[in-house]
C-alpha cells in the first residue's frame, strides 16, 4: 500500500519534473527562433535591391507599348480593319497583315503594303469584335429565339382553348 503522504510527494515530484521539462523546451524553441531570425536578416539584407534606381519609361515608350498592345488586340488578319494616323500626318487604312517587336505591317485595299514602325504611329484606330462580343451576340440570338418559340407556343395553346 502507497501512503497518502508518498503518493502527494510523487505528484508533486512528477510535475516539477513536467515543468522543467516544459521550461526546457521553451528555452530551446527561442534559441531556434532566434537563430532564424538572424540568419534571415543576414541573407535578406543582403539581398535587397533599391528601387530607386530603376529608371521609369518616357512618355514616348509607353505611348510606343500602349500602340503595339492596340495592335496585338486588334489581331492580325484581313477581317480586322485599322486606320494608322502617323506622327509624320500620313494614314494608312486596311489591315495588318504581320507584327513583330518593333514593327508591323498594313495592307491597304489595293494589295499595297506598308511596314510601319511602333515608334512613329500617333493613333490606332480599329474594328474587331472582341470573343466576349461575338458570346454576347450569340447568347443574345439564343434568348431571342427562345422567346419567340415560347411567344409561339403561348399563341397557338390560347388559340386552340
Known amino acids: 500500500m502507497i501512503r497518502q503522504g508518498n503518493l502527494s510527494r510523487q505528484i508533486e515530484h512528477r510535475g516539477n519534473i513536467a515543468h522543467q521539462t516544459t521550461s ?18 543576414i ?14 519609361p518616357t512618355k514616348q515608350e509607353e505611348k510606343t507599348t500602349k500602340v503595339r498592345e492596340k495592335i496585338k488586340k486588334l489581331g492580325i488578319g484581313d477581317r480586322t480593319r485599322i486606320k494608322v494616323k502617323l506622327y509624320s500626318g500620313t494614314t494608312h487604312q486596311g489591315y495588318v ?11 491597304d485595299q489595293e494589295g ?8 512613329d504611329v500617333d493613333t490606332v484606330g480599329g474594328k474587331n469584335l472582341s470573343t466576349g462580343a461575338k458570346v454576347a451576340i450569340g447568347v443574345g ?3 431571342g429565339a427562345t422567346l419567340l418559340a415560347l411567344y409561339l407556343i403561348f399563341v397557338h395553346i390560347t388559340r386552340n382553348n
Open 24 to 41: 526546457l523546451v521553451r528555452q530551446n524553441m527561442v534559441k531556434h527562433i532566434s537563430t532564424l531570425f538572424l540568419i534571415g536578416s
Open 43 to 56: 541573407f535578406g539584407f543582403g539581398t535587397h535591391v533599391p528601387t530607386f534606381t530603376q529608371t521609369k
Open 97 to 107: 497583315s504581320g507584327a513583330n517587336d518593333d514593327d508591323f505591317v498594313v495592307v
Open 112 to 119: 499595297k503594303s506598308s511596314t510601319l514602325r511602333y515608334a
Open 141 to 143: 440570338i439564343g434568348v
